[in-house]
């Protein structure tokens, strides 16, 4: 496909047509009339593509909920300031119609476009499942911790200094190798190395920050023996759930990396973790990962636009359709 010329308006417009078609009292048509316009929305997914998974999952929820649902590509869109006000166009200048609500989906490589786009709207008062604020944090592993652990939300032990002297204090204020060094802003498992003695630990945050990568050092949770929760919490509730297994001898349970994904019953515990992880972090849809430790969960990141294919496959619930369920609600 081209530079996407569907970017903005990949529409579909809802079948209410019918209503009006079966019924020919006044009365009646005036009626459906009247719900169906208060309950249609406009809602446009800021995503880079409808091929994705979860965009197209989402999208095709709208639609089947009757509302008109857009795709705006946040790296081609267009926001114009002035004093009396700002407006948005999608790729090629189409001019975006008033919208209901937003659900960013911006990729980890593309966060700084993506909340610039977010902040349009918040600006604009349409409401979004994850504010620009809420994107920035959770792209950012220590700033979540930090505000995770002030909300009194038990975490791995985590350390961090900008030093390149303090790397023998990290690994021992975590309680000793093994520890996981981590960069701040990867993804996807990438730049997160287990490191077995002080000695590789040190050699391994050198290496980081001679190519300029932050990162913090973290206790290795040896009793999640390479498995993670990941809960989907959409508007203060938990709506699914799967555990992450990483693949034998690994440690990193993502799917990316090659990780399974299994059923999991929360425990009560891990269920009031996850939702008070998510409220702490300003977001009304996220995807938070807690490792099962010795004394109860750690919350160990979370996700503003976590990935519906793998969860919906496991769990066949339908998640993208929870979600929209969820805007449509808090946007009226
Ligand atoms: N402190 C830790 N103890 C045990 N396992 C960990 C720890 N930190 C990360 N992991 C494993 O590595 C995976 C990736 O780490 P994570 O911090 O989630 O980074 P990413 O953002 O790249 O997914 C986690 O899903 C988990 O399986
Ligand atoms: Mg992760």
């Not at 730049?191 to 050198?206: M, P, R």
């Not at 498995?227 to 799917?255: H, K, Q, Y």
Request: charged share 20%.
């Amino acid at each position: 496909m081209g530079p996407l010329e569907a970017t903005f308006g990949v529409e579909v417009l809802p079948v209410f047509g019918a209503v009006e078609i079966l019924t020919k009292s006044p009365t009646i048509w005036w009626r459906a009339r009247r719900a169906i316009t208060l309950s249609e929305m406009r809602i446009a997914i800021l995503s880079q593509s409808a091929e994705i998974y979860s965009t197209r999952r989402l999208i095709e929820a709208g639609n089947r909920a009757g509302h008109t649902m857009h795709l705006l590509d946040y790296i081609h869109a267009r926001i114009q300031l002035t004093a009396r006000g700002t407006r948005c166009f999608g790729y090629g200048s189409a001019p975006v119609p008033k919208l209901t609500a937003v659900i960013p989906r911006i990729a980890a490589s593309a966060t700084q476009a993506g909340i610039a786009i977010v902040g349009h709207f918040e600006a604009a008062g349409v409401y979004t499942c994850a504010s620009s604020e809420g994107i920035l944090l959770s792209r950012d592993k220590l700033r979540t911790l930090q505000v995770l652990a002030r909300e009194g939300i038990a975490i791995p032990p985590t350390a961090f200094s900008h030093s390149g002297l303090e790397s023998r204090a990290l690994v021992q204020s975590v309680g000793g190798a093994p520890v996981v060094v981590k960069v701040l802003r990867g993804t996807q498992g990438v730049g997160v190395v287990l490191c077995d003695t002080v000695g590789a630990a040190e050699s391994v945050i050198e290496a980081f920050r001679s190519l300029q990568a932050t990162v913090l050092v973290q206790g290795l949770i040896k009793e999640a023996q390479g498995t993670d929760v990941r809960c989907i919490v959409v508007g203060g509730e938990v709506v699914a759930t799967m555990l992450r297994r990483a693949p034998a001898g690994a440690f990193r349970s993502n799917l990316h990396r090659g990780g399974r994904a299994e059923r999991v019953k929360l425990s009560d515990v891990e269920r009031d973790v996850a939702i008070r992880s998510a409220r702490a972090v300003g977001l009304d849809v996220a995807g938070v990962d807690i490792l099962r430790g010795k004394k109860g969960p750690l919350v160990l990141e979370i996700n503003s636009s976590p990935g519906l294919e793998g969860i919906e496959g496991i769990t066949k619930l339908d998640v993208a359709g929870a979600i929209v369920r969820h805007v449509a609600q808090a946007a009226r």
